[in-house]
């Protein structure tokens, strides 16, 4: 009998299970999680034939190591990184046959942030409310890997992928993001605006799958106090008292009480996913389609 | 009613009380379940109305704000109860605050029916009202790094149990062995929002 599993031999910094998330429950306080680098996720699924919304690993700058139990194809993408398997160089960004008790390396990130692994079969977690994410905000989904965990994978499909390879965009050098203002962009003085959207902000060191924290200067209000809570999108850019901006990612609380000084376009929050701490980050003020 | 742009494809509704919330989401619920809005997420909350993943928000919010809003039709459903008992460390001072014994803040609270208005900070945390608005109690100066899974707690207008542990600013006034959460139940969440509820003190039921 064939055991589909993998064994976390190396769990890493911080190495999650993520498909497409759980949207749809905001209401009841569920965010919606997810791969924060959606396209990435999407990519290495095609590469190895799974379905797009089948569950991948996310890891963070250094990579994980993992040891399947049955003969698998993995392919790796996201942050560019060395992979081995059994220590032999083997492709990033392409599908590789890894045999039953094989040992796959995946290698701190050469740039970028987020890699992400796919197994043929999928990780086959019990789902959450139609998910199989880990939301770290909530707790919902399996917990972040440790070394040791046993991770069940899901039947192959017989769709074999027709690309060997992909192209893939390169972490960013300068992370631009572009914004549509409000619904709380009359909170903050004109002066704070333009500062938003002229000067160059910093990606911090302490953001997470929350959000994308920056360091700059600070927003002045134009008024004090708190909102009463209200509903937050993802992309959100909350402005927390300390003035800087704050991007909400996939595990973004559902409501929140600091205002929104804009919206970041959906399309370059992947990008976002990938800004190493230190990237320069520039909100681009854009028209609302 | 003010309808605020957000992003590309999201409409927060402004409006003046949290009967009005009710109402608009009960309309917005209304016209999602007989076809007529196609929407991501409707998400209330203490003042407005989240709805996400719209298609035409521009013509949406335009619709809305001309529109008259009927109150939130009464629900069909009893309230849940909850059994309670009055034991936190907070409820002397809350007592304090509303200027009557512990007793008789125990007999207020569990005399209130509660609605939920909407829910947030973790899965399953409801956010209640139905205290009047003289007992609006602060958040504590100090928040607790840990406040235990089952806590029932006060702030500003609101009432709320902590489906689980987790760091909190709310006065804690009894606990609940109450499930707030259970993914593999059906549905997941006791609360959701326009639930009533009632806290009954255990051995009173």
Redesign the interface.
Known sequence: MTDRALVVVRAGALTTVQDEGR????????PRSGALDGPAAALVNRLVGNPRGAAVLETTVNGCALRPRSTVTVAVGGAPCPVTVNGRPAAWGAPVRVPAGALVEIGTAVSGVRGYVAVSGGIAVDP??GSRSTDLL???GPPPLVDGTVLPLGAPSSVHARVDAAPQPSPPAELVLRV?L??RDDWFTPAALHTFTSRVYRVSPAGNRIGLRTEGPALDRARPGEL??????L??VQVPPDGRPVVFLADH???GGYP?IA????QDLPAAAQAAPGTPVRFLAVR?? | MRA?????T?L?VEVASGEEVQALQAELLRRRSEGTLSV???????????L??LTDPARLAAELTAADVPPAPPRARAAIEIPVRYDGPDLADVAAHWGVTEHEATRIHAGTEFTVA????????G?LTGLPRHYDVPRRATPRTAVPAGALALAGPYTGVYP?SSPGGWQLIGSTDAVLWD?ARVP??LL??GTRVRFVPAGRS
């Open positions: 949207p749809g429950h905001a209401h009841l306080g569920v959450v409310l909530s707790g919902l549509t409000g619904p009463p809570s209200e509903g937050m999108v992309g959100a609380p559902t409501t929104v919206v970041v376009r959906p609302r389609r | 605020l742009r957000v992003g590309d999201a927060l991501g997420e409707i998400v209330p909350a203490a003042r407005t109305v989240l996400d993943g909407f829910c947030g900070f973790a899965p399953g945390f956010y689980r993914h997941a969440a959701s929002p």
